[in-house]
């Protein structure tokens, strides 16, 4: 066993991490178990070149013919990927500050429709009569005796061991009166003294592929007492669905990702429980959403079989299991109930926007679109639910970009280029370090408006010559200058980036454009596109209009919605009639799978280019 220094500074440095490695083991895997989080967009199969590290001295492997494509002469400076470089003996690595991932700005709030008040989980007060020699029945069927009148027995006489086990202690310390917490479907939860003073709480999850999010709800009034979020832990083995199924080829990487998600949500759940000073225990059901890739991993089910067509998922319909049985840390009764997915990669998510922005309920032809990694379209005719998935992959979210990266502090977020040169905003007003999502499709929107950029993608250098410089690949269009920025070099965009920005608005596009003719909408029919996730929040839609992400509809028709996805999760949490739509929607919604038809490559190939600027608004 080698000892790996990491001198990363000045960020890492301080911590002093000095971590015991196999020989043979890659800096990513070796960095991963110490807690640094190293973009690995890929997987670890050297394809994205985000995971640059330099080695200052050592014994490692020789470089891969991935780094010497993605790298060049950089790896005469000693810089590697970390997921390429294997580790030989002692040696120190220095992780550049631009490969550090920051803590990305995540979405929480979303719309939310009003829903009538009625949680599964309840509580009631309930005296019974103390045994006696001509009363001798035993605790259980004296508390469901005493339950006829309030709750369905029937559901209630599900046997409890741990509440059997504490019954008898509670109904002798408390006088016989006590609390009952009960499930109106699975039965009683928990039992309390009736002067103990217990909360009675609930959770919304939404599993992203690149973020976790959690709601903490008060079960007796319905208002969500804090929200908080987090990157998804699973990034480090992936950072799209693809390169997750990918990873998780075998029983025992599911198992690795299953647990790195629980481990995100429990460090979540106890963050939320400090800041409320909610007992954990208070905790009494989880409504979980997330694409099906994401609820096949959490529940340990391998999501092989979404990557092969027909792309068919391993269980569809809502699933009912204890929360404990995953490891999640709340009530040991309490009960994760996971919407029911679609099908493809269209999941339980996709309904919770549904749901969230009763898109179901318009007459007139309506759009839901949750651009991601995976983006999921959810279309509204009228009268009947289309829905597709995009296989848009992780450009909008800074991957794939030379200096792409989340929407993060130092993030150039917008851009606007005029006669008196390029002026940008940043995420937390620093310098700039890199680009994310919505100030790439920015940057590709202006260079298209001045003349830049031609319609098919290719830079027109004569235009603006001032602006470029010659890179390994090609020409740069530089963005903000070398002493404008906060690593020491210009941020640019090239060819290459916006060819990966073609690829995913070509893909979004595409998948928009043939559910419309499957549903048979014009788009002028359309009434409204909701923006679902964190990326719509802050994606500028006059620009996503312009290079053709978006339909050419009247700007006052897009409209941002936030996290819809966990706003449905809540309303399903505090609504047995939502949790009933959502399993009606499920069967409803047609799923419609473009990839094997054989117009769908035609049209791809047709929207890679960018829209004529006279035929837009």
């Known amino acids: 066993r080698k000892e790996v220094i990491l001198l990363a500074r000045p960020t890492i440095h301080p911590l002093g991490l000095r971590i015991e490695v196999h020989k043979g083991e890659t800096i990513l895997e070796a960095i991963g178990r110490s807690g640094v989080k190293l973009p690995s967009i890929c997987g670890g199969k050297g394809l994205c070149g985000k995971c640059v590290i330099r080695v200052l001295k050592g014994d490692v492997s020789s470089p891969s013919r991935q ?45 939310e429709a009003a829903v009538t008040f009625n949680p599964m989980v309840r509580e009631v007060y309930v005296h019974v009569d103390k045994p006696g020699l001509t009363d001798l029945r035993a605790d259980y069927r004296r508390l469901l005796d005493a339950l006829k009148a309030s709750i369905d027995v029937e559901a209630a006489s599900r046997p409890n061991l741990r509440v059997i086990r504490k019954l008898p ?4 310390t408390s006088r016989w009166s006590i609390r009952v917490v009960y499930h109106t479907k699975l039965g009683i939860l928990d039992v309390n003294p009736i002067d103990k003073e217990v909360g009675l709480y609930g959770l919304a999850v939404d599993i992203g592929t690149t973020k976790l999010a959690i709601y903490l709800v008060d079960l007796r009034t319905g208002k ?15 950072e799209d669905v693809i390169s997750r199924i990918s990873y998780a080829s075998n029983p025992e990487r599911t198992t690795v990702l299953q647990r790195a998600v629980i481990e995100g949500l429990n460090n979540l759940i106890e963050e939320a429980c400090e800041y409320t000073e909610v007992d954990p225990q208070e905790i009494y059901e989880i409504v979980a959403v997330g694409n099906t890739v994401m609820h096949h991993i959490l529940l340990g089910i391998t999501p092989k079989t979404l990557g092969l067509a027909p792309f068919a998922p391993v269980v569809q319909d809502s699933i009912d299991l204890p929360a404990s049985e995953l490891g999640l840390r709340v009530n040991e009764s309490a009960n994760l109930h996971f919407l029911p997915v679609i099908a493809g990669f269209v ?42 998935s995009c296989a848009s992959g992780p450009a909008f979210e800074g991957a794939r970009i030379r200096h792409g990266m989340r929407a993060a502090e130092g993030a150039i977020e917008s851009i606007r280029i005029d006669s008196d040169g390029i002026s940008y905003k940043v995420v937390g007003d620093v310098k700039p370090i890199g680009i994310c999502g919505s100030g790439v499709v920015d940057a590709v929107s202006e260079l298209l408006r001045v003349g830049v950029l031609s319609l098919d993608g290719r830079f027109r250098v004569s235009k603006m010559p001032s602006r470029f410089v010659k890179g390994s690949l090609g020409y740069e269009f530089v963005l903000a200058k070398p002493e404008e920025t906060g690593v020491g070099e210009a941020i640019t965009i090239t060819q290459r980036d916006i060819r990966e920005i073609q690829l995913a608005k070509s893909a979004i596009a595409t998948g928009i454009s043939l559910l419309m003719k499957e549903a048979d909408v014009e788009l002028e029919e359309l009434s409204a596109i909701y923006l679902a996730g964190s990326f719509g929040s802050y994606i500028n839609p006059r620009s996503a209009v312009r290079i053709g992400l978006l339909p050419n509809v009247s700007l006052d028709k897009i409209k941002s919605v936030g996290n819809s996805a966990g706003a449905g999760a809540k309303m399903c949490l505090i609504s047995q009639e939502e949790r009933a739509r959502a399993r009606i929607l499920a069967q409803r919604i047609r799923f419609v799978e ?24």
């Open 347 to 388: 999941g339980a998510d996709a309904i919770a926007d549904v749901i969230a922005t009763r898109v179901y309920e318009s007459k007139k032809p309506s759009m839901v679109i949750d651009v991601g990694t995976n983006t999921e379209i959810i279309l509204n005719d009228g009268e009947n639910l289309y829905a597709c």
């Open 224 to 238: 969500t007492e804090t929200a908080k979020s987090m990157l998804n832990p699973q990034v480090r083995y992936g």
């Open 594 to 617: 473009f990839y094997l038809k054989p117009e769908f490559k035609k049209v791809f190939l047709e929207n890679l280019n960018f829209p004529k600027a006279e035929e837009l608004f």
């Open 67 to 111: 780094e010497l494509k993605l790298l060049g002469e950089k790896i005469r400076m000693g810089f590697r990927l970390a997921c390429q470089t294997k580790i030989l003996g002692d040696v120190e690595v220095e992780i550049p500050r631009e490969s550090l991932k920051r803590v990305p700005r995540i979405v929480v709030e979303g719309l």
């Open 169 to 172: 202690a509670v109904f002798r």
